[in-house]
């Protein structure tokens, strides 16, 4: 079974930073891109970074580049979303996503809140 958990997020004050993991299950997650997405309360789902198979970042939002950084770790089947100075505007439930056999694969996502 195809499966992806993340995890890590929780509340966090302005400034502050953030880890995200992913792990995947069920599937040879080397061989596979993997996407961050987000969705902001009353707002559509947007993908925000997403990195190759190889391990190069796909960056979809450029203003988070400089902020928020993904990476993959090939023995742990893990994506992470490395996520620093985080501002109100970053508080969303932010979800990993893959491709697998023609359908999209999503996690439960995980929710991040950034408040003082």
């Known amino acids: 079974q195809v499966q992806l958990v993340e995890s890590g997020g929780g509340l966090v004050q302005p400034g502050g930073s953030l880890r995200l993991s992913c792990v995947a299950s069920?599937?040879?997650?080397?061989?596979?891109?993997m996407t961050w997405y987000r969705q902001a309360p009353g707002k559509e789902r947007e993908a925000v970074v997403g990195i190759t198979y190889s391990g190069a970042p796909i960056n979809y939002v450029d203003s988070l580049k400089d902020r928020f950084a993904i990476s993959r770790d090939r023995d742990k089947n893990t994506v992470y979303l490395q996520m620093n100075s985080l501002k109100p505007e970053d508080t969303a439930v932010y979800y990993c996503n893959t491709h697998f056999a023609g359908s999209s694969v999503w996690g439960q996502g995980t929710q991040v809140t950034v408040s003082s």
């Open positions: 069920g599937f040879t997650f080397s061989n596979y891109g």
